[in-house]
């Protein structure tokens, strides 16, 4: 039983590395991310101090599929609060994109393919992105702050 466990552990390591391409980094079975989009605009006021304010209207852009891969492309870093606009690719019939975290929860529908788009709202806190049907290997996280 072992053993069968054994080949089948590689089995999935070779189909995923298969996937998204040799030398990728993606074989972890957590897909941990952190996004840097925006840090904000800085504004001068009659007094000579200068405030910074938070930029909205920012782009995410998220995969999820063809093979067991789910990304936030934007990655490095902590991301800003604010508005962001969320572009989603989804490119397969049997995976979703899930972003849940303080006040956003947004998805795709499992069944649909294409590219979906939602207006959301991050504040400081943890994000998590997840494949709903595969939550165990598709999943990683943003921070906000």
Same mark, same amino acid.
């Given at each position: 039983? =072992? &053993?069968?466990?054994?080949?089948?552990?590689?089995? +999935?390591?070779?189909?995923?590395? @298969?996937?998204?391409?040799?030398? %990728?980094?993606?074989? /972890?079975? =957590?897909?941990? $991310?952190?996004?840097?989009?925006?840090?904000?605009?800085?504004? =001068?006021?009659?007094?000579?101090? =200068?405030?910074?304010?938070?930029?909205?209207? %920012? &782009?995410?852009?998220?995969?999820?599929?063809?093979?067991?891969?789910? %990304?936030? *492309?934007? /990655?490095?870093?902590?991301?800003?609060?604010?508005?962001?606009? +969320?572009?989603?690719?989804?490119?397969? *019939?049997? #995976?979703?994109?899930?972003? $849940?975290?303080?006040?956003?929860?947004?998805? $795709?529908?499992? @069944? &649909?393919?294409?590219?979906? %788009?939602?207006?959301?709202? +991050?504040? @400081?806190?943890?994000?998590?992105?997840?494949? *709903?049907? #595969?939550?165990?290997?598709?999943?990683?996280?943003?921070?906000?702050?």
């Amino acid at each position: 039983m =072992t &053993a069968l466990r054994l080949v089948l552990i590689v089995a +999935l390591a070779v189909f995923a590395l @298969a996937a998204t391409g040799c030398g %990728s980094d993606d074989n /972890a079975a =957590t897909d941990t $991310t952190t996004l840097t989009d925006t840090t904000g605009t800085e504004t =001068t006021d009659t007094a000579g101090t =200068t405030d910074t304010a938070e930029t909205t209207g %920012s &782009a995410l852009h998220g995969t999820v599929g063809p093979g067991f891969d789910i %990304s936030l *492309d934007e /990655a490095s870093g902590t991301i800003a609060p604010g508005t962001y606009e +969320l572009e989603v690719e989804d490119l397969s *019939d049997i #995976h979703n994109f899930h972003l $849940t975290g303080p006040g956003v929860d947004v998805t $795709t529908d499992v @069944a &649909a393919e294409g590219t979906e %788009s939602f207006t959301v709202e +991050l504040q @400081a806190g943890t994000y998590e992105f997840v494949c *709903d049907p #595969h939550a165990g290997q598709m999943n990683g996280t943003i921070e906000v702050g």
